[in-house]
């Protein structure tokens, strides 16, 4: 069918009338967008229908990633790339006077998650398939994904992100594969063969309805399935207020929680959280039995990973489907639970911590509440035999304490691995935030640095550096990205122009679109300096956004100041209920207008505030930065995935030794990165033994002292009042991110910086050793990892 251009079109062509019944001339631009998916996923299914079946008689372990995010963003163009018919299809629909790149734009991000854990997620997903692995995404299919960002006179405002409107071409609703979920209601115990048996009773049931979307490897046959659950009111419910109840069933999958750190207390959320779980695993125990394996070999063909604890109630539901619904004891079945499950951490933010009021619990799952007390009950009877009288240790290390339920202890002791995603970061864990379960299961622990889909950052994102680089160490480095060392060959040729070129044509479709959508015309020969992530005061957009007000109080001093032109870029969602994260919204916006008006001042400098950073703006941004800001207080950022991207695509960081930063550093040297501030150990240190005064960095250092006075002295004229809460942050409350304390170096760097732009070769001999070095963070390494330490997963290669 997409052999030949003739083909392709004749066969669109035919799809577009019966999809449609109008023919090609009335079609609109939705349609033919339309209809080209429906085509892709057509085409797509004799190989996943092949693919499942191999799966079923393989007899090769399945692997089941849970996650309450997949951020996957736009999949037609991928989807094309991966079948390796995009120049077919390109040339086909250019004939018929259509532009792909059109086409794509009607295309919705599917942005179910917020930030750098669902892209994760959404990475994992491509890197499975594309290396042939047996693994599929269980999440769920929020009706509207994370809200969509707007600015208005410099506020965020949010609105509902609307992905289905449309409808989803890439979804399947299998409304035969559909469970159901019980909510609430009493366990009655009764003894049957003299055996006590739980019957979960006055239950209000819920319908958890599939829909699977193809996963498609690269240039191979495997397609995996990300299947995403919804919740519709059941037949089997005896619930007398039809109305409300459907309301509520319905209100489960409404919305995606948009933030990604705290916890909203929120009943929905953890029926969100259940509702996930009991339906994969109800789908995944079912799927397994078909194979008439013994139940007893489940951990030996079954791995489900819990990314972060969202899903943590995976270990007591394994344990209610093996005991009650298949019979086994306590003992065997807590052998298979742990077995088979294995568990990310995504953070040390201790106020990231999930927790839920007993009382919430217990009421909505009653029998998974019981499970949980026999889990912790038996663990801290353990921990007493080894540790007898250390009640502080105990209850410090409890599931179920001060009326709350655990999350991050229950997925420790009920998985057989738990990863860190950063060295610094499973460092932490092992000896700080998880150091007390560290030492009881030393052997769990280990480290998997993250990782991203260079075929979505880079060839996706980034066709034309992407072809510079087949044209100059051939194709084999798609498969194995290591070989991007091959490139450090090029060091001193004509490469470097050409990357050059290439960096610069990006820059100026940046600055075009840039134009369109804010109105700012910006100098692509300018210093592209970008930061673009989730706002959180951890990551310090504050750092940035002072920094500059301190760059516009040198010029306005000093006219004559010599500094390479520059355009900050910024891109940020703050989650709605973050009353500070927005305010620093608000304060770069502000800036922005002073700078961008200020005659003396924007021939030097810009700022830009791109609205609505999701994964398809992020693909236009990163293959145009040349600098990328990864600022976080040390010891903050798990790993970042951004960073990442960026080097990717041959931006240098400047950046703490923070995360995943850290790797970066010992691939490149320290010459080709920008390093500034306090170490992981140096935060540390201050946390634990105070010493840290941003009065003294206030009243000694003119520069901070200037710009932070401007932040409530009318600097912004009609603002005023503005920025109180973000004065008092910094200087009442002792700033606990360090913001001054890295002031000065992070200013230092910066003019280090502007000088070495100003020696192109050499900034683009730094450029290429970065890009040389970026395929150590190819999520396929990650995943083979995974495959290798923690599954035990192997590659089935579908014919
Ligand atoms: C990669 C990515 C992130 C994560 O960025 P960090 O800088 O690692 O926090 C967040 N959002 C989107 C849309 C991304 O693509």
Redesign the pocket.
């Known amino acids: 069918m997409f052999s030949s251009v003739p083909e392709f079109k004749e066969a669109y062509i035919r799809k577009l009338e019966m999809a449609y019944g109008t023919n090609f001339e009335e079609s609109s631009r939705r349609e033919q967008f339309q209809t080209l998916g429906i085509l892709i996923r057509e085409y797509v299914s004799k190989n996943w229908i092949k693919t499942n079946e191999m799966y079923r008689t393989s007899g090769k372990k399945q692997v089941y990633y849970l996650s309450i995010e997949f951020?996957l963003?736009r999949l037609l163009r991928h989807n094309l790339m991966n079948l390796g018919v995009e120049d077919v299809v390109g040339k086909g629909l250019k004939e018929l006077g259509i532009e792909l790149d059109d086409l794509e734009e009607f295309e919705a991000d599917a942005g179910l998650g917020n930030?750098?854990l669902g892209?994760l997620a959404a990475c994992f997903l491509d890197s499975l398939a594309s290396l042939s692995l047996p693994g599929h995404g269980c999440g769920i299919r929020y009706k509207h994904g994370l809200f969509e960002q707007t600015i208005v006179d410099g506020y965020q405002v949010e609105l509902p992100e609307q992905w289905l409107k449309h409808g989803h071409v890439w979804e399947v609703r299998k409304g035969d594969e559909a469970e159901e979920i019980p909510f609430w209601g009493e366990v009655e115990s009764t003894v049957e063969n003299g055996r006590l048996v739980f019957k979960h009773i006055n239950a209000e049931i819920v319908t958890a309805v599939p829909y699977d979307m193809p996963v498609l490897g690269h240039h191979n046959k495997t397609v995996n399935t990300l299947r995403l659950w919804d919740a519709e009111p059941s037949k089997f419910t005896a619930n007398t207020d039809i109305l409300k109840y459907k309301k509520e069933t319905e209100a489960i999958c409404e919305f995606l929680y948009p933030d990604d750190t705290h916890d909203e207390g929120k009943i929905l959320r953890l029926k969100q959280q259940y509702l996930l779980v009991a339906a994969s695993l109800r789908a995944i125990t079912k799927s397994f039995k078909k194979k008439n394996r013994s139940i007893l070999e489940l951990h030996e063909h079954t791995s489900i990973h819990i990314n972060d604890t969202h899903p943590a109630l995976a270990v007591p539901e394994l344990m209610r489907i093996l005991m009650d619904d298949e019979g086994l004891g306590w003992d065997e079945a807590w052998h298979l639970t742990v077995n088979t499950l294995s568990y990310t951490n995504h953070t040390t933010l201790s106020e990231a911590l999930e927790r839920w009021p007993v009382r919430i619990f217990k009421t909505l799952l009653p029998r998974i509440y019981m499970i949980v007390e026999e889990i912790n009950e038996r663990f801290c009877k353990g921990l007493w035999d080894r540790y007898p009288g250390d009640w502080n240790r105990i209850e410090n290390m409890a599931i179920i304490a001060h009326d709350e339920v655990r999350m991050a202890p229950l997925s420790i002791v009920g998985s057989h691995s738990i990863n860190g995603v950063a060295k610094l970061h499973t460092d932490i864990l092992k000896e700080r935030e998880m150091n007390l379960y560290y030492q009881i299961f030393p052997e769990r622990f280990n480290n998997k640095t993250n990782g991203?889909t260079h075929r979505r950052w880079l060839m996706k994102a980034n066709p034309r550096l992407t072809d510079l680089i087949t044209d100059s160490i051939g194709p084999d480095w798609v498969n194995d990205t290591m070989q991007l060392e091959k490139l450090l060959q090029f060091r001193d040729s004509s490469f470097l122009e050409k990357m050059a070129e290439i960096k610069h044509g990006n820059k100026e479709r940046l600055a075009s679109r840039i134009l369109e959508k804010t109105g700012i015309a910006v100098d692509p020969h300018s210093i592209f300096d970008v930061q673009?992530?989730?706002l959180h005061a951890y990551?310090r957009q504050l750092l940035n956004v002072l920094h500059i007000m301190y760059l516009y109080n040198r010029i306005k001093e000093n006219p004559h100041y010599d500094m390479y032109p520059r355009t900050f870029i910024f891109g940020a969602k703050a989650s709605p209920g973050y009353y500070f994260a927005k305010k620093v919204i608000k304060l770069i916006n502000s800036v922005a207008d002073k700078v961008n008006h200020d005659p003396e001042v924007n021939k030097k400098m810009k700022v830009v505030f791109l609205e609505n950073?999701?994964?398809s703006?992020?693909e236009e941004i990163f293959p145009a930065a040349d600098v990328s800001e990864?600022i976080s207080t040390a010891s903050k950022?798990a790993?970042?995935?951004?960073?990442m991207?960026f080097m990717m695509n041959g931006a240098l960081t400047v950046g703490t030794l923070d995360g995943a930063n850290v790797e970066i550093t010992e691939l490149v040297g320290r010459e080709n990165i920008f390093l500034f501030g306090l170490s992981a150990a140096e935060v540390l240190e201050y946390q634990r033994n105070g010493g840290y005064h941003a009065q003294e960095y206030y009243h000694y250092d003119r520069r901070i002292r200037t710009v932070v006075d401007q932040l409530v002295n009318g600097f912004f004229p009609d603002t005023y009042n503005e920025f109180t809460e973000i004065y008092d942050s910094l200087l009442a409350s002792n700033d606990q991110y360090f913001v001054f304390r890295d002031f000065s170096s992070y200013a230092d760097i910066q003019e280090e910086i502007g000088r070495q732009f100003g020696d192109q070769t050499a900034w683009n001999k730094k450029s290429l050793i970065n890009i040389a070095k970026s395929g150590f963070f190819s999520s396929d390494r990650t995943i083979l990892e995974y495959a290798d330490d923690i599954w035990h997963a192997e590659p089935v290669i579908i014919k």
């Open positions: 951020l963003g930030g750098g892209r991203i673009v992530k989730r990551k950073y999701r994964v703006l992020g990864q950022e790993s970042g995935t951004g960073n991207k």
